[in-house]
């Protein structure tokens, strides 16, 4: 089992540029999630999926979209590249929607927004 | 105030020294205590974690809750150069109607050898 791949491990982008980071899990887990971890803050949620077609808001959701078409994979879209999204992205996703299950991370995406 | 206190560090020692690592929460009703461990440029990973208050072991981790003053401590006991991570507590429960996993910022640990 691969777990949690992301790609890309790192991108530049510009401003106003947007583009999709990529997620994917070969667990068969029905919960995925995104969080931003920036220096001092923690992981902050963006969005979750609690399965196919199902997605939801996290704490900063703002400037992020997300589908899930598949239990496999779970996209984020940044829609127009700001500064403040320079950050490290990671992908998660657990068996079942109660997130006191274990959480199973990716290597993480490390955004620079110029 | 943040829903989860945790001192950022880094925290140094020797090799071989007992490591505390804590965490205060203000939410009373967290029940499940997590503790994940990030080693550089790397996702977490989750290392043990408690359900309401008590003790738990796990090798030379010992993971304790102490819900009357809402103080969660990880001790590493013998502690090795590998251990050297940032280490972030997890507390799980309601929350706005809601349950959530809300996560400290990390401590940062540094074993010297």
């Known amino acids: ?114 | 105030q943040k829903e989860v206190e945790q001192d950022p560090g880094p925290l140094s020692v020797p090799e071989g020294a007992i490591v505390s690592l804590n965490c205060t929460y203000s939410n009373s009703a967290f029940q499940y205590f997590m503790w994940y461990r990030q080693y550089s440029r790397k996702g977490p990973e989750l290392l043990m974690y408690t359900y309401s208050s008590g003790n738990k072991e796990d090798g030379r981790f010992t993971a304790q809750v102490d819900k009357s003053s809402k103080y969660i401590s990880l001790f590493i006991r013998d502690s090795q150069p590998s251990d050297s991570a940032t280490y972030l507590c997890a507390p799980w429960g309601a929350m706005d109607s809601n349950y959530q996993l809300i996560w400290g910022a990390g401590t940062k640990l540094i074993i010297k050898p």
């Open chain 1, 1 to 114: 089992n691969a777990g949690v791949t992301q790609t890309p491990k790192f991108q530049v982008l510009k401003t106003g540029q947007s583009m999709t980071l990529q997620c994917a899990q070969d667990m068969n887990h029905e919960y995925m999630s995104w969080y931003r971890q920036d220096p001092g803050m923690g992981l902050r949620l963006i969005h979750y999926s609690v399965g196919a077609g199902i997605t939801d808001q996290g704490e900063v959701p703002n400037g992020y979209n997300v589908s899930r078409s598949t239990t496999e994979d779970f996209p984020l879209r940044l829609l127009s590249a700001a500064p403040s999204q320079t950050s490290v992205y990671f992908c998660a996703s657990s068996l079942a929607e109660s997130s006191y299950n274990e959480q199973f991370f990716g290597p993480g995406t490390r955004l620079t927004v110029l």
